[in-house]
């Protein structure tokens, strides 16, 4: 009788301990469905801001790339450059307006893309700088020393950079103004001569920008770099 009264103990102890160690891990595994559950939505409430602050530095980026292709000093400088053209070019004045209208088109249409290729970013390049060569003849050099291979850019980001040498440096017979765009540790430089003009000193809306976008994307960040002979800055080349 001992012997089954112990057995119905132990009979009853591990019974027992096994409903509560069935309570046990239902309780964990809730409390571990529900702590998932917080997390996901809480990352996912953190990316949907972080997409709608990325959303509002992109069209930050194209108004101010937009204002400045709409700037009436850059209108009045291109319609000069055109009215000239008309009389003693025309078929000049026919690429100029082609240019002008690309360089437009491109503003407009990178509006929705977070990236674009090297390639096309460059395309642009080259169109926005055949206008300004028209005004500043060999006063203005650009030299383009990258492949674009598969690399990406943020939309814009090149011109940007390009446009900060040429509005705020001299451009002359005397100081003509040099612009290099190459490749180094995986970056994209734009470096130019410094020969900065009186009162051209910028908000550095543009370039803050630029660092707060690259910041979503990479760890890598923008670098601003400059002496008394050279201003130089890097952003980061990305790839698929």
Same mark, same amino acid.
């Given at each position: ?13 591990? +019974?027992? $301990? ?27 409430? =953190? ?31 291109? !319609? ?21 209208? +690309? ?13 674009? $290729? ?8 080259? $169109? ?9 003849? =060999?006063? !203005? ?14 939309? !814009? ?5 390009? +446009? ?14 040099? /612009? ?7 970056? !994209? ?45 890097? /952003? ?5």
């Amino acid at each position: 009788n001992v012997l089954s009264g112990q057995q119905l103990t132990s009979g009853i102890f591990f +019974e027992q $301990s096994y409903f509560m160690a069935k309570i046990a891990f239902l309780f964990v595994f809730v409390g571990s469905m529900v702590s998932n559950t917080v997390l996901f939505f809480k990352n996912w409430k =953190e990316s949907a801001v972080q997409h709608e602050i990325l959303k509002r530095e992109q069209l930050a980026l194209q108004y101010e790339t937009l204002k400045s292709q709409v700037n009436p000093h850059f209108l009045f400088n291109n !319609l000069n450059s055109l009215t000239s053209l008309i009389n003693s070019n025309p078929a000049k004045a026919t690429d100029f307006v082609k240019k002008l209208s +690309e360089v437009y088109r491109y503003v407009l249409d990178q509006k929705n893309h977070e990236f674009v $290729s090297l390639a096309d970013e460059l395309k642009f390049v080259d $169109s926005y700088v055949y206008l300004h060569k028209i005004r500043f003849g =060999e006063n !203005l050099q650009v030299q383009i020393e990258i492949k674009p291979q598969q690399y990406k850019v943020i939309p !814009l980001s090149v011109q940007l950079l390009v +446009e900060n040498a040429v509005k705020h440096n001299e451009i002359s017979d005397q100081k003509p103004l040099s /612009i290099r765009i190459y490749e180094k540790d995986e970056y !994209l430089v734009v470096e130019n001569k410094l020969q900065k003009k009186s009162g051209s000193e910028g908000s550095g809306t543009g370039l803050q920008n630029i660092s707060a976008r690259y910041g979503f994307f990479s760890d890598r960040k923008v670098i601003i770099a400059f002496n008394n002979e050279t201003y130089r800055v890097s /952003i980061p080349l990305l790839t698929d």
